[in-house]
């Protein structure tokens, strides 16, 4: 009757109305906007100021509802964010795939490596490394009579072994070609026992290459063998293909030379063959090959290189 009671009118309902239709969608807007603690300062924001939208009305005798607008927003806030969450798990499971997808395709280091820096070796870079190289010999007489599951078989016991042994001597496993593989010592980075980690995992695959065709059926480990060639020097690694598919790899000289030493090591029945560099380098911190016998230096031609090549047989 005096004029001063608090108003509430079909005006005022109007008004809780529209706060009940636009608070959740505003509120739903900024978590899906900025799902970060920005997006979640916001969402403070908005909440504060229609909070004191409807003290100062209360002042100024208007009767705003609080209880409406809470209603209408705080179930699609919740149940948007239920979703954002389990979403985001799915995510990181997939994520979680991929990586270790990743781990499987490349090798640990390199993979850890380019999780961190995605731009790795997006440039090439020139740096001393070990390259080794092995081979199963006979390989390819083999497959064409035990099949191709055998031939699956032999191959996966193959590559299990040589990861093994590379992984525990510090290396990286750029490529499985078939029945051989290319290993690399400096990827990531380079450092100064890459020549005699080369050196211990020359040693390494050897026995246990030996030990592993022992253990194969009589008609097959008559049939095959290993060779092994292991230079050092300047490489390019970089990645290589285009931008949908890439490897990462290394090229020039020093692969080259590792790779021709195979051929050597077969020439001359010996299951290792190393250049004189990378014996050098390796010999710094010791002798890699105590345990068996080295036959050298020996002058001999790599096929498709002028000059000759200063090379190291060792036959475990």
Aim: proline share 4%.
């Amino acid at each position: 009757m005096a004029g001063d009671g608090l108003i509430r009118d079909r005006t005022i309902r109007r008004i809780d109305f529209c706060f009940a239709v636009a608070l959740p969608l505003i509120l739903v807007g900024l978590l899906a906007w900025r799902r970060s603690a920005i997006g979640l300062v916001a969402m403070l924001a908005v909440a504060l100021a229609w909070l004191v939208i409807n003290f100062v009305a209360f002042r100024h005798g208007i009767w705003l509802a609080a209880a409406l607008p809470i209603a209408a927003a705080v179930p699609p806030v919740l149940v948007f964010g239920a979703a954002q969450l389990l979403l985001g798990q799915r995510q990181a499971s997939l994520f979680e795939q991929q990586s270790e997808l990743l781990q499987r395709i490349q090798a640990p280091g390199l993979a850890e490596f380019l999780a961190r820096d995605p731009q790795f070796l997006a440039d090439p870079v020139r740096q001393d490394a070990a390259v080794v190289f092995i081979d199963i010999n006979g390989f390819t007489g083999l497959s064409e009579t035990i099949g191709p599951s055998a031939v699956r078989d032999l191959l996966n016991g193959f590559y299990d072994l040589v990861d093994r042994e590379v992984t525990a001597c510090g290396g990286a496993i750029t490529s499985f070609m078939g029945d051989g593989a290319m290993i690399l010592f400096g990827l990531p980075a380079p450092a100064t026992d890459d020549a005699a980690n080369a050196a211990r995992c020359c040693v390494r695959l050897t026995r246990s290459m030996s030990d592993w065709i022992a253990t194969l059926p009589e008609a097959n480990a008559s049939r095959i063998g290993f060779k092994i060639g292991a230079h050092f020097g300047i490489i390019v690694a970089s990645r290589l293909g285009g931008g949908n598919r890439q490897q990462i790899t290394a090229t020039g000289d020093t692969v080259n030379v590792a790779s021709r030493l195979m051929e050597i090591a077969a020439r001359r029945y010996a299951p290792v063959a190393i250049s004189s560099e990378l014996l050098l380098v390796a010999r710094r911190g010791g002798e890699p090959f105590e345990d068996g016998s080295l036959e050298g230096p020996i002058e001999t031609q790599v096929r498709g290189r002028s000059g000759s090549l200063s090379v190291w047989l060792w036959r475990g």
